[in-house]
Structure formats: structure tokens, C-alpha cells
């Protein structure tokens, strides 16, 4: 039975931030010495998505939402902490069961805290998920960089629900900190009952690299027939099927069925590099000029990226070849962030957020000064991660 290592979870962010990581080295570049995500034991040989619930298709004008509709979505916002959003769902809407439930959500709301500290909050990342271990875990010259960085399907729906467990809450960075009136950046304050963990998910590299074919992971993220984020997913006989086999589908269904395990509808952050497209369409026009669906590919991952945004997903730079911001030449970075700008960023928006490659911080534990700092200011960027697996938050 293969041993699995069980990595040391990372760490999180704010101003000139911290702490995420990086995967199984791309085109050629070493591997990252430093690694994440709690694991378990090994996974069965192949993995099953969790079971889908179809949403039915909305015909002709919507139908103004009923009483009891309206009290339900302003308990469902209650849940995940959003209180002001769910008196505001009830603004008119009077009956016993209407003023009940506003009591409720007012009770729920005096009894939060403020979480007591914003540079202590963990960030746990993964990479892609492994549906298919057998595949993964083949003997090849790729199994050794799975058995460190990744995670298999069902290790990772045993993480999650331990995670909920134990007071753990999903956070936005925005939730976290962000600019003041005099554009500094500035922490904000985190409303949660008393028990409650904030901490910060995220995931690598989520562009479904060509060297993963064949080894048992998802192919791309996709909208299936109800407008719903899910995988693409071809098993061992060949058989491509739709459903949840990565993190951002299985995320989306856990807080649907848990929405306190969300604050406030926030998800995770999911880091994308460009040399092989993203989000599994190879859409980078530099390496794929060939490519006849170039821009039908653009346009779907578009759309996926727009609705994983409005599901609660924030997207963050992973540099667009997978390079070490510490080491690299000024030269080299600065071609990798206009390739990453002209070919990444119009698909996924604007974003305010760097993953380091190799959770290589370009400053260590000193401040952020200096030319490469200036320049990923200058382009935008406000939270920067790294990895330390020696502590479990770190700012």
C-alpha cells in the first residue's frame, strides 16, 4: 500500500500577505521545497462524484418569490453569518412566521464576535484532485510529485467536513482586509459566533495541465445543463462523464448543504497560471496559435470564471509560467506578467491577488520593498501568498 505523506497545512494573508503554494513542477522548473494540505489514507482505487441535484429550468418571467421562499433565503443568509442581508430579504414581509424569523436573525447577529485577531488566520491549499489513485500512483516518473502535492477526491471530502467539524468558517480575503479611505491596507472585521474559526481555502494551478492526460484527474471546469459549475471527468474505459471530481464543484455543494460552513457565501481562491490555458481550455494564444476553437474556448472559460465569481470564487495570479518570483531575472518577470495580463486576465477579470509559484515570497520575512514589489504593485496586486508549513498563520 503506498504511504502517503501528510503535509503540514499553510497559511494566510492580508496587506503584503502570506501563505499558499504550489504544485508538481511544470516545464522543467524545480520542485517546491515546502508542501500542504493535510491528507488521510489512501483513497479507493477510482472515485465517485457526490450525487447531483438538478435545478429546474426557469420558463417565461420569473414568479415573484413567496412568503415562505423569502423566509427561507433570509434563514439560509442568516446562516452564513450575512444577517444584514437576510433582515433586508424581509423588509415587508409581515405574518407571525416573517417576524419569527427576524427575531431569529437578530438573536444570531447579538451574539457574534468580532474574531479577535486577522493575522491569525490559516490558509489551506490544494492542487487538483486525484479521482482515479490507480492512475495517479501508476509506477511512472509523475507519481512521486502526486504523492507530495496532491490529494485524492476522497481524502478531500474527508477534510472538508473535519474542517466544519471543528468551528472552521470559509473566508474571502476581502473579508479579511482591504484598502482604506487613504488606500492603505487595513484589516476588517469578521462577524462570527463564538467557536468559530475563520480560515482561507484555496487551489493551484487549477488550468488541468497537459501532462496530467490519462492520470486520473478531472480534464476541465465546465457549466453543465442547469448553469451549474461541475468537472469533466474520462475514467480508465474511457467514459467522460459531468459531475463534482474537484474542488470548486465540491465546495459549492458542501456549502449548499452547509451554508455555515460559508461567511457570508465566500468559497476559496483558485490560482491559475497561462502556459496551458486555464480552467482546462488551452486558451493561451502565445502556446496554442494552432488552435481553431481558440476563441470558443476563450469565451466558455469566460462564462465559467463569471459564474464561479458570482458563486462566491475569487481567482488569483499564479504567474503565467510557473516561475520563481524570488529567483527569476526583473527581465523574465515582467514578460510573465504581460503574458499573464494579455492572456489569463481577460478571462477571469481584474484581481488583486498573488499566489507565489513554489510559495517563493519575493521578500521572505522583511518588508516588501524593492522593483519587483513596485511592480506587482503597480499591476495591481494587494494580497500576496507564500508557504510556511512551520507555522500555522503567518502575515
Not at 479521482?131 to 502526486?146: C, S
Not at 481562491?269 to 486555464?278: E, H, K, M, S
Not at 509560467?321 to 531575472?329: A, E, L, R, V
Request: hydrophobic share 35%.
Amino acid at each position: 500500500m503506498l504511504q502517503r505523506t501528510h503535509l503540514a497545512a499553510a497559511v494566510v494573508a492580508a496587506s503584503a500577505l502570506a501563505l499558499a503554494g504550489c504544485t508538481p513542477a511544470p516545464q522543467g522548473e524545480p520542485a517546491p521545497s515546502k508542501q500542504a494540505a493535510t491528507v488521510s489514507s489512501p483513497a479507493p482505487a477510482t472515485e465517485t462524484p457526490s450525487t447531483q441535484t438538478p435545478v429546474p429550468e426557469a420558463s417565461g418571467k420569473p414568479a415573484q418569490p413567496s412568503e415562505a421562499e423569502l423566509i427561507g433565503k433570509a434563514k439560509a443568509l442568516a446562516a452564513g453569518y450575512d444577517y444584514d442581508a437576510a433582515a433586508k430579504t424581509l423588509a415587508g414581509v409581515a405574518g407571525p412566521e416573517a417576524e419569527s424569523a427576524r427575531a431569529g436573525i437578530a438573536k444570531a447577529k447579538a451574539g457574534t464576535v468580532v474574531w479577535e485577531d486577522n493575522s491569525k488566520i490559516s490558509h489551506l491549499f490544494f492542487h487538483s484532485l486525484v479521482v482515479d489513485p490507480k492512475r495517479a500512483f501508476d509506477g511512472d516518473d509523475r507519481q512521486q510529485g502526486y504523492l507530495d502535492y496532491m490529494v485524492t477526491m476522497s481524502e478531500f471530502n474527508k477534510i472538508i467536513p473535519e474542517l466544519h467539524k471543528r468551528g472552521f468558517v470559509l473566508v474571502n480575503p476581502a473579508d479579511i482586509a482591504g484598502l482604506d479611505k487613504n488606500s492603505k491596507m487595513a484589516y476588517r472585521k469578521i462577524h462570527l459566533p463564538k467557536g468559530k474559526t475563520p480560515i482561507v481555502l484555496s487551489e493551484d494551478d487549477v488550468s488541468y495541465y497537459e501532462y496530467m492526460d490519462g492520470d486520473g484527474f478531472p480534464s476541465k471546469l465546465l457549466l453543465d445543463d442547469h448553469g451549474q459549475v461541475k468537472n469533466e471527468y474520462t475514467d480508465a474505459h474511457g467514459k467522460t462523464t459531468i459531475g463534482a471530481y474537484d474542488m470548486v464543484p465540491l465546495i459549492d455543494e458542501y456549502v449548499q448543504k452547509h451554508p455555515d460552513f460559508s461567511y457570508r457565501g465566500s468559497k476559496g481562491i483558485v490560482a491559475l497560471t497561462g502556459y496551458n490555458g486555464v480552467l482546462g481550455y488551452r486558451t493561451s494564444k502565445s502556446e496554442y496559435p494552432k488552435n481553431k476553437t481558440l476563441a470558443k474556448d476563450t469565451e466558455t472559460a469566460t462564462q465559467v470564471a463569471d459564474t464561479m465569481k458570482a458563486n462566491g470564487w475569487v481567482f488569483a495570479s499564479h504567474s503565467w509560467g510557473h516561475i520563481d518570483m524570488g529567483k527569476s531575472p526583473m527581465p523574465r518577470i515582467t514578460r510573465d506578467m504581460r503574458k499573464w495580463d494579455a492572456e489569463v486576465r481577460p478571462i477571469i477579470g481584474d484581481t488583486d491577488q498573488l499566489i507565489y509559484p513554489f510559495g517563493a515570497d519575493i521578500a521572505h520575512v522583511e518588508k516588501y520593498k524593492g522593483t519587483r514589489y513596485d511592480m506587482l504593485k503597480k499591476d495591481g496586486f494587494d494580497f500576496f501568498y507564500g508557504v510556511d508549513g512551520t507555522a500555522t498563520s503567518w502575515v
